[in-house]
Nanobody, 115 residues
């Protein structure tokens, strides 16, 4: 079982940037898909972006052109660069790993976009 630890959240003004990191306890290339999800208060957890083991990337329409997922397999880490942040991006962001129908989640990191 993999352990996922997110970091990098915080308070940022609208238009600002943050970079989230997700450190995995095992090789991220073991997993079919790594991703980022977010959950705003009172809402369901929703997809932000995913990257497959082969490198294919998918983004939610709401973040296309603003967010970028990347990975460093040598560091067993996945990153989420978030630019042009909006108040509606405020949420807890979760790192995820998926393999053989099993889903693994980190504890989440809070991102708050506010002036």
């Amino acid at each position: 079982q993999v352990q996922l630890v997110e970091s990098g959240g915080g308070l940022v003004q609208p238009g600002g940037s943050l970079r989230l990191s997700c450190a995995a306890s095992r090789s991220i290339l073991r997993y079919d898909v790594m991703g980022w999800y977010r959950q705003a208060p009172g809402n369901e957890r929703v997809l932000v972006t995913t990257i497959t083991s082969g490198g294919s990337i998918n983004y939610a329409d709401s973040v296309k052109g603003r967010f970028t997922i990347s990975r460093d397999s040598a560091k067993n880490s996945v990153y989420l660069q978030m630019n042009s942040l909006k108040p509606e991006d405020t949420a807890v962001y979760y790192c995820s790993a998926h393999r053989f129908g099993n889903d693994y989640w980190g504890q989440g990191t809070q991102v708050t976009v506010s002036s």
